[in-house]
Nanobody
Framework: QVQLVESGGGLVQAGGSLRLSCAVS????????MGWFRQAPGKEREFVAA????????MYADSVKGRFTISRDNAKNAVYLQMNSLKSEDTAAYYC??????????????????WGQGTQVTVSS
């Protein structure tokens, strides 16, 4: 049973920073690319960032470029999202996702096989 567990969300003032973590356990596959998505109340889930298995390729939504950084530690089966210069519009539930048997990152949510339960990020202005 593959499990993805996010942590690190919380309440932060605009301009502040948070670091989200996603722990992957129980996997029965060798390679997986990872992504972060978010969903604000009343809105569709949207892509935030993605990273390849080797960590040599990353992708970002235009709205977070230059502010967010995705990284991973395969030895720890973990992926991270460092969020700086947070804005009120970043308020959302953040989800990590794993694309099984994939080495290449994708921003397409339909390409991901496993999802975490989400962690809430609230940015106060």
């Amino acid at each position: 049973q593959v499990q993805l567990v996010e942590s690190g969300g919380g309440l932060v003032q605009a301009g502040g920073s948070l670091r989200l973590s996603c722990a992957v356990s129980g996997r029965a596959f060798t390679y997986y690319s990872m992504g972060w998505f978010r969903q604000a109340p009343g809105k569709e889930r949207e892509f935030v960032a993605a990273i390849s298995w080797w960590g040599d390729s990353t992708m970002y939504a235009d709205s977070v470029k230059g502010r967010f950084t995705i990284s991973r530690d395969n030895a720890k089966n973990a992926v991270y999202l460092q969020m700086n210069s947070l804005k009120s519009e970043d308020t959302a539930a953040y989800y990590c996702a794993a694309d099984r048997d994939a080495t290449i990152a994708t921003m397409n949510a339909k390409g991901y096989d496993y999802w975490g339960q989400g962690t809430q990020v609230t940015v106060s202005s």
